[in-house]
């Protein structure tokens, strides 16, 4: 027998009975849509959870600083130089390292002053860092230092001659007005009095560092740069030493006799992995080397076999209801077998193989699933719809915790006309074991 034959037959015998088959798919339909709105609750979750990780930094990024009980005067500390910047670039998986010299200055404009924590970087590693350019643009091509502000800097102002809100933010355009730098703090602070022994310190000089762009205000009003000063990495240095000329700059370390050395360190060394599956290994293997090393890949591994858990409960909890509507498949198979004991014993005597006799009841079953598979994947996806815009209006940052990606609905459909088909195969065993002479004299 063909299987268009066996296709036209089987929904032929499905719509003879109309109510047990759609009694039988709504029980599919309520057992698609509550697996797929349960795991899409779980991979919403997930997603949202992984949006926010990579908000706080990339994924596939190792920071690295000096170990935190190391000796800050000895001579072969462990340090992070550039022979330490190569080797690691030499490292199976490294895509790149971006090195980090970060300190704090003192900002004066007219009555108003604040501490910028500036943070000088390659031009390469500021625009991977992805800040939304507000105003100007980001450092890199510049000949001279220049700054780039991130949007929540003038934050740090406050006015010191105490007159108006101490807190108030200061009505400073970062990009016009004259912002003067004084890095030598130390000297500055010690210049406004005179020492024990009486004598006055000569005030450092002042800089006026001209911005490059502004950081864009976010929508939510906070962003991880926001609180920092950007700029060119080698410029800074060149700067730094102009300032500080045979005195150690903040943040760098001095030998045992006091003096700085002529090569400048890093505070931080930004590590870039080419894949989030290595990030681990990378890691490891800079623990090895006696650094401080660390990423969000722990957390977030950790993280994603939490989330897994419990999107395999909530999927659980809907494989429940697609069980129970397989009993009903079941079920409604072996009625069917029941009430058509004449006609296969007919098919039988006619020669009809008893392959045949099995496949067309799995087409039946199978059948069911499908029609309830689909839609409960049309009312799944409703269900979600509803879901986001609920969460949406309650929450903005839940917006989208219910996500069905093409290979859950694939699979959803999938899932269902197996279901069926598992359902209907014992009840296909049975119409095949059938006596043809038995089946023919019941009526």
Not at 12 to 28: C, D, E
Request: contains cysteine.
């Amino acid at each position: 027998m063909r299987f268009l034959d066996l296709l036209r037959m089987s929904g032929g015998n499905l719509r003879k009975r109309k109510v047990r088959t759609i009694l039988t798919v709504l029980g599919v339909v309520v057992g698609v849509a509550s697996i797929v709105v349960m795991i899409s609750l779980g991979l919403g979750l997930s997603r949202s959870l992984m949006a926010q990780y990579e908000s706080y930094g990339s994924l596939t990024q190792i920071t690295v600083n000096e170990p935190w009980n190391m000796d800050s005067d000895a001579e072969e500390a462990m340090r992070l130089d550039d022979a330490l910047v190569q080797r690691i670039e030499g490292m199976e998986h490294v895509e790149s390292v971006f090195p980090v010299i970060e300190l704090s200055a003192l900002a004066k404009y007219g009555s108003y002053e604040g501490y910028l924590q500036i943070r000088g970087m390659s031009p390469e590693a500021l625009r991977e860092l992805g800040m939304e350019v507000g105003e100007g643009k980001l450092p890199g091509g510049d000949k001279e230092l220049t700054f780039f502000y991130g949007c929540q800097v003038l934050q740090n102002f406050y006015n010191a001659k105490g007159s108006g809100g101490y807190w108030e933010t200061p009505d400073i355009d970062l990009m016009e007005d004259p912002v003067f730098i004084i890095f030598d703090t130390e000297s500055y602070y010690a210049s406004q009095g005179t020492t024990e022994d009486g004598q006055t310190v000569k005030p450092p000089k002042k800089y006026l560092i001209p911005a490059c762009g502004v950081e864009a205000m976010p929508e939510d009003g906070w962003s991880q740069y926001g609180w920092y000063t950007y700029c060119d990495i080698d410029q800074l240095v060149v700067q730094l030493q102009k300032a500080f000329k045979n005195k150690v700059i903040p943040g760098q370390p001095s030998t045992k006799t006091g003096k700085p050395y002529k090569e400048i360190f890093y505070n931080t060394l930004y590590v870039n992995v080419d894949s989030m599956d290595y990030v681990m290994a990378v890691q490891n293997d800079l623990t090895a080397l006696g650094y401080e090393a660390y990423s969000n890949a722990e957390w977030v591994e950790s993280e994603q076999k939490t989330m897994g858990y419990i999107q395999a409960v909530l999927g659980g909890i809907g494989a429940v209801s697609l069980f129970v509507a397989a009993i009903g498949i079941a079920n409604t198979m072996m009625m069917s077998i029941y009430e058509r004991t004449k006609e296969i014993g007919v098919m039988k005597v006619l020669g009809c193989d008893l392959r045949d006799i099995r496949s067309l009841f799995l087409l039946e079953a199978g059948g069911i699933g499908l029609i309830g598979g689909v839609i409960g994947l049309l009312l799944s996806l409703i269900l979600s719809f509803v879901i986001n815009r609920v969460a949406a209006g309650a929450d903005a940052s839940m917006a989208g915790i219910s996500y069905i990606p093409f290979w859950l609905a694939l699979l959803s459909l999938i899932f269902a006309v197996m279901v069926g088909m598992l359902a209907g195969f014992f009840p296909a065993r049975r119409a095949m074991k059938l006596s043809p002479l038995a089946a023919i004299r019941n009526e």
